[in-house]
């Protein structure tokens, strides 16, 4: 008999939630989709984000080969973030999720004034 918890493992739908929930997730992807960016750029462009946090999301990113990391050799040090071909995939994805809310925000609203 299968564990549960395998099951949930292999399930297109739990990998993906995994791979893109979190507060930070689709901000930093979102950001990162249209140039190469550096750390203190993303950090600037995604208001309340901390920096621990911004580092564990690029390296979990990074691991799933949705962000890749380049370091120039030079003085200073410089580091930036891209979306990998992969991470360009998700692109669909996060414009409908933004569309999504773009259409459906005034429920939010006008529950909030109810």
């Known amino acids: ?12 739908i739990d990998f993906t939630i995994d791979v893109i929930s979190g507060r930070w997730s689709m901000w930093i992807l979102w ?41 120039y050799s030079q003085i200073p040090p410089k580091v930036e973030y891209t979306l990998t071909e992969h991470g360009q995939s998700l692109k669909p994805i996060m414009q409908l999720i933004k569309q999504w809310g773009d259409e459906h925000l005034h429920l939010k609203k006008s529950n909030l004034n109810s």
């Open 1 to 12: 008999m299968k564990d549960q918890k395998e099951d949930l493992n292999n399930c297109p």
């Open 31 to 71: 950001t990162l989709q249209d140039a190469p960016l550096r750390f203190g750029e993303i950090r600037k462009r995604i208001p309340g984000i901390t920096e621990k946090m911004l580092i564990q999301q690029l390296k979990k990113f990074e691991e799933y080969n949705l962000v890749s990391r380049k370091v």
